[in-house]
């Protein structure tokens, strides 16, 4: 989060709590996942540096 990065996490972890639209369970959803933080998510990014 600090280098600005969305994280993407197992629905079953802590981070979980703490953003709960970067989740998967499948290895499949997390691509998808990683992808859409990437295209339409950047502004995403500014906000987890903050």
Do not use: C, R
Request: glycine share 6%.
């Amino acid at each position: 989060m600090a280098a600005g990065l969305v994280l993407v996490v197992p629905k079953e972890s802590g981070a979980a709590e703490i953003i709960p639209e970067f989740t998967y369970s499948t290895l499949g959803e997390a691509e998808s996942k990683v992808k859409e933080a990437y295209i339409k998510h950047s502004s995403k990014s500014y906000e987890m540096k903050e």
